[in-house]
């Protein structure tokens, strides 16, 4: 895994722009991950955003004339290289500083990244704001660990503005980790991700299990250290290999 320093602001970017550039190999080619705090994710897209923005308005202006605007900006040729590579990395850790439980309840926007295949959010907030772009990556995610950052899995999955039953599905992630997060249902959203092979929602308040009847690929189901009053059948998932519940791990075999 590499990681950028927690700086501010320009140096912030400056810093990040030297660090991506240097490692763009491992990071494209998915060996390092690159990782960043959720204020400097915010910043990074704020400064990409401002760039588009002038970029739309300038449309057919000379380069010069373009860059005589974006001086703000910092370094425009930097910001494009930073743009490019963004747009083809594979994996993604955003990491709060803070200590857990807390979180930080910085906005995420995850429009920047266009291919990711595995994505961590550690200590972020999606259930104060939805994270921009997150749904759009539905057509490429196969991994997705979210860790003391929701209240609920539909604010991970579904959108909130739309019935879940009109949301589109995840038909690429089979790995869901959701961790000591808050969660207190095992909401339909569940009903969205039908190429689930691994579900981890240990660590939360679940009462009952619940929507796993569209998971018809799930083998392996950790519902270690919840709330579980009883453990229902898992007759509605057809191939479930293991259960986990708290300290023990229960064998299914129901292929």
Excluded at 40 to 49: K, P, T
Excluded at 82 to 106: A, E, G, N, Y
Excluded at 179 to 195: G, I, K
Aim: aromatic share 4%; with cysteine; glycine share 4%.
């Amino acid at each position: 895994m590499a990681a950028a320093e927690i700086v501010t602001g320009d140096r912030y970017l400056e810093k990040l722009v030297k660090f991506v550039e240097k490692q763009a190999g491992g990071l494209i080619e998915g060996a390092l991950a690159l990782k960043l705090n959720p204020a400097g994710l915010h910043y990074v897209h704020s400064r990409l955003d401002a760039l588009h923005e002038l970029e739309s308005l300038l449309a057919g202006a000379p380069v010069d004339y373009l860059r005589a605007y974006v001086s703000d900006l910092g370094d425009h040729r930097a910001l494009e290289q930073l743009r490019r590579i963004l747009r083809l990395l594979t994996t993604l850790k955003v990491v709060s500083v803070l200590p857990p439980p807390l979180r930080d309840p910085t906005p995420l926007s995850l429009l920047p990244f266009g291919r990711l295949r595995v994505l961590e959010l550690r200590g972020c907030d999606l259930s104060t704001s939805a994270a921009r772009g997150l749904l759009e990556l539905r057509h490429t995610l196969e991994k997705i660990i979210c860790h003391n950052s929701t209240d609920a899995l539909r604010h991970v999955f579904a959108s909130r503005i739309a019935e879940i039953r009109d949301s589109p599905n995840w038909n690429r992630l089979s790995f869901v980790s959701c961790p000591c997060n808050r969660l207190v249902l095992m909401d339909e959203s569940l009903q969205l991700l039908p190429a689930v092979e691994t579900l981890d929602l240990s660590r939360n308040k679940l009462e009952k299990v619940d929507n796993l009847r569209k998971c018809t690929k799930l083998k392996h189901l950790d519902l270690g250290f919840n709330h579980l009053r009883t453990v229902t059948p898992f007759s509605e998932v057809r191939i479930l290999h293991t259960v986990s519940i708290g300290v023990k791990v229960h064998v299914i075999c129901l292929l």
